[in-house]
């Protein structure tokens, strides 16, 4: 079975400033990993996602991530956040080997860029 | 083109009483997920369908959750006998069905049910 944490359930932050969300996952297999945003009143986007090759990858609106397999860690950061970053960001795994299509997720982070 | 849609968007309730939540995947989706979202959780895997292949209720959480998928796309999530803990935001979402776990799945606004 797989899990997901995410380490941090809300950050605050001023707009312009750097921004990393943390995730940690668990798996006995390998897996793709998957960042998704939730804005208010809006389903899940996917933000970017790691299936193999280049450990950093880059996504939507500035956001990139970074696959660290030694730490099972797939952080999100951004070097310079919006006001419209404003938002809930959910990592998540699935993959060929772990016996279902459906994604795992974690709980979720909520960003909240002030002024 | 059109995305995901769910209906209702919202949906209130009487405990005990049967509701039936309706998902329209995107047009060429043969892949269509379920999941649930209560406050302060992340999302909870509840039944997968692809094409005509029996579906993956391993995420069910008990025998008054179903769901069917008629025709290969609309999809229905019933709940029977609701209970107050079922209040959460129900996700549907869809994906090609070629490419396996990597595709990406595209989610719809969700519908939001409350038991009172």
């Known amino acids: 079975a797989q899990s997901v944490t995410q380490l941090d359930s809300q950050v605050p932050v001023f707009e312009e400033a750097p921004v990393e969300l943390r995730c940690n996952y668990s798996?006995?297999?390998?897996?793709?990993l998957f960042w998704y945003v939730q804005y208010p009143n809006q389903g899940l986007q996917l933000l970017l996602k790691?299936?193999?090759?280049?450990?950093l990858v880059k996504g939507i609106n500035g956001f990139e991530a970074e696959f660290n397999k030694s730490q099972t860690s797939f952080h999100l950061r951004k070097p310079s956040v919006h006001i419209s970053d404003t938002a809930e960001y959910f990592c998540?795994?699935?993959?060929?080997?772990?016996?279902?299509?459906?994604?795992?997720f974690g709980s979720g982070t909520r960003l909240q860029v002030q002024p | 083109g059109a995305g995901v849609s769910q209906s209702p968007s919202n949906k209130v309730t009487e405990k005990g009483k049967d509701v039936e939540l309706r998902c329209d995947p995107i047009?060429?989706?043969?892949?269509l997920y379920w999941y649930r979202q209560s406050l302060g959780q992340g999302l909870e895997f509840l039944i997968y369908?692809?094409?005509?292949?029996?579906?993956?209720k391993s995420g069910l959480p008990s025998d008054r959750f179903s769901a069917e998928r008629t025709g290969g796309s609309v999809s229905t999530l019933t709940i029977q006998r609701t209970q107050q803990e079922d209040s959460a935001v129900y996700l549907c979402?869809?994906?090609?069905?070629?490419?396996?776990?990597?595709?990406?799945?595209?989610f719809g606004p969700g519908t939001r049910l409350t038991v009172l």
């Open positions: 979402a869809s994906s090609l069905g070629t490419g396996g776990a990597g595709n990406e799945q595209f």
């Open positions: 798996s006995s297999v390998s897996v793709y």
């Open positions: 790691y299936l193999s090759g280049s450990t």
């Open positions: 998540a795994v699935g993959g060929p080997y772990t016996g279902r299509r459906a994604l795992t």
């Open positions: 047009s060429g989706h043969t892949a």
């Open positions: 369908f692809q094409g005509n292949s029996a579906p993956d």
